[in-house]
């Protein structure tokens, strides 16, 4: 199983991004995923997630109205799309895969992580 996370950079406040994570060895509409994050000196927090089926999601306060989880099953490729962004969103960013049900923006919740892909906001 592989998850592989892309889609990062560096833009200015209040840019957008869109994030990848392109899924292999699994068959997207059976996992929950997971997008979490961790800035330098900071815990990593989960900040979206997408419920197998893809009906039901979840954001973390500090994201909600501004990101949005979205999956594409053809592809079997999750993605964030980040808008409005703001110098304290800068992180690496990790995607995840959970078997289980339930949206969980939990780490432990999740058995399958990406390698992380580097968000900056600055001007």
């Known amino acids: 199983v592989q998850l592989q996370a892309s889609g990062g950079g560096l833009v200015q406040p209040g840019g957008s991004l869109r994030l990848s994570c392109a899924v292999s060895g699994l068959r997207l509409p059976n996992y929950t995923i997971g997008w979490f994050r961790q800035a330098p000196g900071k815990e990593r927090e989960g900040i979206a997630c997408?419920?197998?089926?893809?009906?039901?999601?979840d954001y973390a306060d500090s994201v909600k109205a501004r990101f949005t989880i979205s999956r594409d099953t053809a592809k079997n490729t999750a993605y964030l799309q980040m808008n409005n962004l703001k110098p304290e969103d800068t992180a690496l960013y990790y995607c995840?895969?959970?078997?289980?049900?339930?949206?969980?923006?939990?780490?432990?919740?999740?058995?399958?992580w990406g390698q992380g892909t580097q968000v900056t906001v600055s001007s």
């Open positions: 997408s419920q197998r089926s893809g009906y039901r999601t």
């Open positions: 995840a895969a959970a078997a289980r049900g339930l949206c969980s923006r939990d780490g432990s919740h999740y058995r399958f």
